[in-house]
């Protein structure tokens, strides 16, 4: 079964205003999560480390202020979009790291944003 | 930084075997891995290297050499379900020398089985 789950799987939203993502790991916690981002064809592209008790760190290149991650739990990571535009409609996924050795991510079935 | 290149579409036959490549400049990596993503659905993990090397895991098989800077993902017994897009990705070192839990994805290839 899912391990980590998103919420919601689809929004469709007035550009200008924001909307919430939430990311929880369902059996485990996690003290670091993963936000990315997928547009139509592309590959994922990896927005920010969420991490628990101190603030995200953000990959060059994207806005903090836009994007605001806050990890309020040890299974708990929400992703803000602040002031939505059309260009920010988009696939976004959460992952979470499980302790194993090898690679393994866990990741969130995916937020569907769309700015109208 | 970290740079994955893979080709956009590959196109195989039902039962057939086909090779995914992954190519890439990076400035050290701690492993790299496999995901398979269906059309609107969550990455899953398929095969992980850490060494150089092949690894299998039943009909899938990973290949990692670092000093040629590739890998592969093999795919074999072609199944119409294995239709997907398959990501490279590597686990970048820390800014302090440790392994980052994040993931760099390559660019992604485009998987049609065809019967």
């Known amino acids: 079964g899912a391990v980590v789950s998103q919420h919601p799987s689809w929004v469709i939203c007035k550009s200008g205003t924001s909307v919430k993502i939430e990311c929880r790991s369902l059996?485990?916690?996690?003290?670091?999560m993963f936000w990315y981002r997928q547009f139509p064809k592309q590959s994922l592209m990896l927005m920010a480390t969420?991490?628990?008790?101190?603030?995200?760190?953000?990959e060059q290149g994207v806005e903090k202020d836009k994007f605001l991650i806050n990890h309020a739990s040890l299974t708990l990571s929400t992703l803000t979009v602040t002031s939505a535009h059309p260009e920010d409609s988009s696939f976004y996924i959460c992952?979470?790291?499980?302790?194993?050795?090898?690679?393994?991510?866990?990741f969130g079935p995916g937020t569907r944003l769309t700015v109208l | 930084g970290q740079s994955l290149e893979q080709p956009s579409e590959v196109t195989a036959v039902e039962g057939a075997i086909v090779q995914i490549n992954c190519t890439y400049q990076?400035?050290?990596?701690?492993?790299l891995s496999w995901y398979q993503q269906h059309d609107g659905g969550a990455p899953t993990f398929l095969s992980y290297?850490?060494?150089?090397g092949l690894e299998e895991t039943g009909r899938f098989s990973s290949f990692l050499s670092r000093s040629d800077s590739y890998g592969y993902l093999l795919l074999q017994e072609l199944q119409m379900k294995d239709s997907a897009s398959y990501f490279c990705?590597?686990?970048?070192?820390?800014?302090?020398?440790?392994?980052?839990?994040?993931?760099?994805f390559g660019t992604g290839t485009l998987l049609a089985v065809q019967p």
């Open positions: 992952s979470a790291p499980r302790v194993s050795s090898t690679d393994t991510q866990y």
């Open positions: 059996d485990f916690q996690a003290t670091t």
């Open positions: 969420s991490n628990e008790g101190s603030k995200a760190t953000y």
């Open positions: 990076t400035s050290g990596f701690y492993g």
């Open positions: 290297n850490g060494l150089d």
């Open positions: 990705a590597v686990r970048p070192w820390g800014r302090y020398g440790g392994a980052t839990n994040k993931l760099i």
